[in-house]
């Protein structure tokens, strides 16, 4: 069988590698794994082609399309990594309101895109992020409340299997396949070369309004967020982190966007964060103003990505209340990290306006939702920051009901991403289309949940069934 590959071939020891292998992490953490072999792959042949020499030299697969992993969770020890960032082509159909798209492209480009169109597809909210690793992972994007996670607007995939066929699959072909897809995030075991996606007429005006505030008026904004964010159509961006507003201590930044038809309409939506009770302590305010999603991604999110720092991410979903985890939040505030490390939440679940979901892999969500970040410089640092991460993620672990695998932190903490039964699902495909488990999987995998406990967070409040 032919292992003939158009695009470049780069073999531990041969000159460039180290330089690609780093570059395949978008920050410089990069982890001490070491592919045997990167392909960079020019199209899908070269992808038929790797994955038979993965075969043929009796290697593991594993796939990058961006690398916007903060763990590197594509980097690992005796594979072949197969890199699709040269994938990048996109073909739109403006009538039937439908597109595809290889995973290489960034969303930040696929939406500048149909923005020419006055389309819109519910891509990341960092510019860096390519839709590939995002939509098998779930998709946590702009407007997802009202859309869902993107891999819900997913309605095909072409891929490679581990023999190296090239396949479809969607709810009618291969459906257990399509399935998995949809969740599995960096434990899929195919390398998908093309995404089949509805595409969404673009929102009319999107505005946003943002509060910033000492951290002494944490416990008031967060709680106010816990109150408001299930009831509000807006999507809330709750941040802290370090800033020169507040002489380098933590600072409280929450931004708020409405996705409307109308400026008047946007105005009433933001309206409501007008009551927070630390609404007289704020330091300063940017209300009301029309923007879009790239500016928002641009100067809102980007910001945070510093790709000189190392980063270690962890995350939660949760419907506790803030009076539950402001003690380990507050415990957090007197360690903070240096600049760019930040604490987000989102609002989520409970909108009654969020589409009900089709059964796919992706199955853990909840009202809100927290990640946390560290970012420093010194590798020195690296297990103070590390820890740091972890262990406040860990103390958060009796009130969340899962992570997700955008920001995992699975080697160090392994936590609930899928339910049970999908977990199990996907073990039994993964026999069944990998056999040899060629395809490498999660870094950590989570305990299946059988105590009282776990009852407790199985049904999150989000609308209809993911099983």
């Known amino acids: 069988m032919s292992t003939r590959i158009e695009g470049r071939v780069l073999r531990r020891g041969d000159y460039r590698y180290e330089s690609r292998r780093r570059e395949a992490c978008w920050h410089a953490g990069v982890p001490d794994r070491y592919p045997e072999v990167i392909v960079l792959a020019n199209n899908e042949d070269d992808v038929v082609a790797a994955v038979r020499l993965a075969r043929e030299e009796g290697l593991r697969i594993a796939v990058r399309s961006g690398g916007h992993s903060w763990s590197g969770s594509h980097l690992r020890d005796g594979t072949v990594l197969i890199d699709l960032s040269n994938l990048r082509h996109v073909a739109v159909d403006r009538e039937a309101m439908t597109g595809t798209a290889q995973p290489g492209i960034k969303g930040s480009e696929l939406n500048a895109m149909l923005a020419e169109q006055n389309l819109f597809f519910p891509t990341g909210h960092c510019t860096g992020v390519s839709i590939g690793g995002y939509l098998l992972q779930g998709g946590f994007g702009w407007a997802g409340r009202d859309y869902g996670p993107a891999c819900m607007s997913v309605t095909g995939i072409d891929v490679v299997t581990v023999s190296g066929e090239r396949i479809h699959a969607d709810e009618t072909r ?276 059988t105590d009282a406990a776990a009852a407790d967070t199985e049904e999150s409040p989000v609308a209809g069934p993911s099983k």
């Not at 159509?233 to 380098?248: A, F, H, K, S």
């Not at 560290?374 to 590390?386: G, L, Q």
């Open 174 to 449: 291969n459906a257990d396949l399509f399935w998995a897809a949809r969740g599995a995030g960096p434990g899929f075991f195919a390398v998908v070369t093309r995404f089949y996606v509805k595409l969404y007429p673009r929102m009319r005006v999107t505005m946003n309004s943002g509060y910033f505030w000492p951290a002494s008026a944490a416990q008031d904004v967060y709680r106010f967020v816990h109150e408001i964010g299930r009831q509000t159509p807006t999507e809330i961006n709750l941040l802290c982190y370090r800033d020169p507003m507040t002489d380098g201590e933590p600072l409280i930044s929450l931004n708020a966007t409405a996705f409307t038809d109308t400026e008047e309409e946007a105005r009433e939506q933001l309206s409501i964060f007008e009551s927070c009770p630390a609404r007289p302590h704020v330091l300063t305010t940017r209300l009301n103003k029309v923007t879009d999603i790239g500016t928002l991604s641009r100067y809102g999110t980007d910001p945070h990505c510093d790709e000189t720092k190392r980063y270690l991410a962890d995350n939660m979903w949760t419907h506790a209340s803030f009076d539950d985890l402001w003690p380990n939040f507050e415990a957090m505030l007197k360690t903070w990290p240096p600049a760019p490390s930040h604490l987000v939440v989102f609002n989520w679940g409970g909108y009654e306006r969020q589409p009900e979901r089709p059964s796919m892999a992706y199955s853990v969500e909840d009202e809100l939702y927290y990640g946390l970040y560290a970012a420093w410089t010194d590798p020195v640092d690296s297990r103070t920051y590390t820890n740091w991460v972890t262990n406040h993620m860990r103390a958060w672990e009796p009130y969340a009901s899962g992570i997700q695998l955008a920001d995992e932190n699975l080697v160090n903490r392994p936590y609930r991403f899928v339910t049970d039964e999908n977990l199990l699902r996907l073990d039994a495909l993964r026999t069944g289309w990998d056999p040899d488990g060629l395809f490498v999987s999660w870094l950590g995998r989570p305990e299946l949940r």
